[in-house]
């Protein structure tokens, strides 16, 4: 078996395998705590593209600006915030990296270098570009890099930013994570070409496209474009062709596309291509599956503490506001 990146250490590999069954486990623990009633409102959960998430921030320098979306968990985790403070965050709690004020959709670590979770489709992607100017203005060797689904490059802020991105030659990676599906919309019903990376070239940027399955192979390219914009070659498209193996949201019953397709992309499942790569470099089944329980292991802790945190109340949901 060849390996997509010899640099990648076995170790390497296999903290990205554990990093990518924290967010799993977190994101199906969220789904049973909303089954429960423990939680409120709804969330959008990115079972299946773990590997977009860790492959792209792996390759990214730790004071590299992150933005996301709706569907952020995963970005937020693989950047190594703190699961009990992200979970306590989801629950209302004091203890969460907002107060308790964010939830999933607007949560942000300015300590980390991360500028928040963001619940308009395609807000983060003006954000990113902004962020991206200071950078540049600032002389920093930093980039921004904007995480994305495939309906928010049907929106102008997508536009609007790759083409003043461009013009201005500013460093930002735009990550298009494409899970085919825009809500219950198929790309092809929504865009005229389903090439969405190509867009790219109408704003005189590289784009390219690449399956987003193999954590090893989502590495490898993001590190090679992250070292082209890091290096002053401008921004950069790139679209991951992934796969959410839940629905858009906790309710959504997937009438829209057949079981028989899910099963097929489940036989793509990153932890499973993870599993089978480690294997082959020599690890055990016996060390692999510790890995896995170590870090279902700190999900559960994690929750526990969430759970056990104190919650605001008015005062607190009122306070930093400003009129």
């Known amino acids: 078996m060849a390996f ?15 990093r990518m069954v924290v967010i799993r486990t977190f994101e199906e623990t969220l789904g049973n705590l909303f089954s429960k009633g423990v939680l409120g409102g ?7 593209e773990e590997a977009s998430a860790v492959g792209v921030i792996f390759a990214a320098k730790p004071t590299d ?3 996301s979306n709706h569907r952020g968990h995963g970005h937020l985790l693989a950047r190594g915030l703190q699961v009990p403070r992200v979970m306590g965050e989801l629950m209302g709690k004091l203890t969460g990296y907002c107060g308790g004020r964010g939830g999933s959709q607007h949560m942000s670590a300015i300590d980390l270098h991360f500028l928040g979770t963001n619940g308009i489709t395609g807000g983060g992607i003006p954000i990113a570009t902004g962020a991206a100017l200071a950078l540049k203005y600032k002389q920093s060797n930093d980039i921004a890099i904007a995480f994305f689904g495939d309906g928010a490059s049907n929106q102008g802020t997508f536009h609007e930013s790759l083409n003043i991105a461009s013009l201005w030659k500013l460093p930002v990676l735009f990550v298009l994570e494409n899970n085919l599906y825009g809500m219950s919309t198929p790309v092809a019903h929504s865009c005229a070409s389903t090439e969405l990376f190509r867009r790219a070239e109408a704003y005189g940027m590289k784009g390219s496209r690449h399956e987003a399955f193999n954590v090893e192979e989502v590495y490898t390219v993001a590190q090679e474009a992250i070292a082209r914009v890091r290096g002053g070659g401008g921004p950069e498209l790139l679209e991951l062709m992934t796969y959410r193996q839940c629905g858009h949201s906790k309710n959504d019953p997937r009438v829209y596309r057949t079981r028989e397709e899910e099963a097929k992309m489940m036989e793509k499942d990153s932890l499973l291509l993870a599993t089978r790569s480690l294997l082959a470099r020599g690890l055990s089944q016996e060390q692999i599956d510790q890995a896995a ?10 929750t526990e503490e969430a759970l056990a945190a104190p919650a605001g109340g008015r005062d607190d949901a009122l306070s930093g506001l400003f009129a």
């Open 65 to 67: 600006w992150l933005i």
């Open 4 to 18: 997509p990146n010899s640099s990648l250490s076995t170790d390497d590999l296999l903290n990205m395998f554990r």
């Open 293 to 302: 329980a170590d870090a279902r292991a700190e999900v559960a802790k994690a």
């Open 42 to 48: 709804t969330s959008h959960f990115c079972i299946g």
